[in-house]
């Protein structure tokens, strides 16, 4: 609980979960948001959204740190040990919601950006040696923060 007295909470309404149903990724995409939502709450919790980075790249950077937060947990064997494939597909889907607003504060990345972000967060969590293993939280972040600039190049302004 934060010092107002309200409990730690992720909220989803109805709509996203009848909008992801009505594209087809009922199944899926509901974990997917929940988990990228999730990634925020570990941003958070660790002190993630600290960075040198500011106005729309330190947003783009904790935004695609949540979708890569998000598709580990979904890929990994001791997360939602999904497919890769219906993972990518979700990110794709999700994707679309990036933008291309290189000023804007709210910047999330461009849809290729957050797709890349979730493929190499995926392909972490299957090169899990052993495939039980789990990242602590700032080694996928130094990890991350290592790869960023290689997320983010080819559609950087």
């Known amino acids: 609980a934060d010092r107002l007295g309200i409990s730690d909470r992720i909220i989803m309404g109805d709509g996203v979960l009848e909008g992801m149903d009505a594209i087809g990724l ?3 995409a ?3 948001i929940l988990a990228h939502e999730f990634g925020h709450h ?3 919790e660790k002190g993630l959204f600290n960075s040198p980075l500011t106005g729309a790249e330190a ?3 904790t935004e695609l740190m949540a979708d890569g937060f998000g598709a580990y947990f979904m890929t990994h064997k001791k997360g939602q040990a999904l497919n890769k494939h219906l993972v990518l597909q979700d ?3 999700f994707s679309n919601v990036g933008d291309c607003a290189f000023d804007n504060d709210g910047h999330h990345g461009t849809p290729n950006q957050r797709l890349r972000a979730a493929q190499w967060a995926g392909d972490l969590a299957l090169a899990s040696k052993p495939a039980s293993s789990i990242l602590p ?3 996928f972040d130094a990890l991350f923060e290592a790869k960023l600039p290689q997320l983010v190049a080819p559609d950087a302004k």
């Open 26 to 28: 009922g199944r899926t």
């Open 30 to 32: 509901p974990r997917s």
């Open 42 to 44: 570990v941003q958070y």
């Open 59 to 61: 947003t783009r950077r």
């Open 91 to 93: 990110a794709a889907a």
């Open 137 to 139: 939280a700032m080694s």
